[in-house]
């Protein structure tokens, strides 16, 4: 009998030391806000997206309160995935916040796996991974870059934009 329970103890100790060791710490993923949130004071947020419909882009860059300090948008003939037509949104992005001088931004877009693939800086050799380059590359004359993912509801002012954009308007 006190064999028997000695066995019991020493399983049930295994399993808690094995469970606290390789047990993965469950991590809860932030959920992506459907509101616009206002950045930090000194930095701009970047709300890039693209319009499958009509092949558009948008960049719409706002401060602090709000106030949209500029927005450009493109829009160009091609069939794209939606991952490609969102990341070329972004490098438009990033490349008219670069141009007008700003050194801290928060580029946010509603392709999460965008976002996620650009947090973590990886890049393999697919289509999606040279823009992905690029826009990494054009980063690193950044102070400071944020990278968020945000839901349809709170980039919908960069959406409607990039549904807008008719041909040779920039």
Not at 72 to 95: D, H, N
Not at 119 to 138: C, G, M, Q, R
Not at 140 to 159: I, K, L
């Amino acid at each position: 009998m006190v064999v028997c329970e000695r066995v019991a103890r020493l399983v049930e100790d295994c399993n808690k030391y094995a469970t606290r060791i390789y047990a993965l710490p469950s991590k809860k993923k932030p959920s992506s806000p459907k509101i616009w949130i206002p950045p930090p004071d000194d930095f701009v947020k970047v709300n890039c997206d693209a319009s499958l419909k009509d092949s558009g882009w948008v960049g719409l860059i706002r401060n602090k309160d709000g106030e949209v300090l500029f927005a450009g948008t493109r829009r160009c003939r091609g069939s794209w995935p939606p991952e490609i037509a969102e990341c070329k949104a972004v490098l438009f992005g990033i490349k008219l916040a670069s141009r007008y001088g700003f050194k801290k931004v928060i580029i946010v877009s509603e392709s999460q796996i965008i976002i996620s693939r650009l947090s973590k800086a990886v890049t393999y050799f697919t289509d999606l991974d040279s823009i992905l380059e690029d826009v990494l590359s054009i980063c690193s004359s950044f102070y400071y870059v944020n990278w968020s993912h945000v839901r349809r509801d709170g980039n919908a002012v960069a959406h409607y934009l990039a549904s807008l954009v008719p041909f040779g308007c920039e």
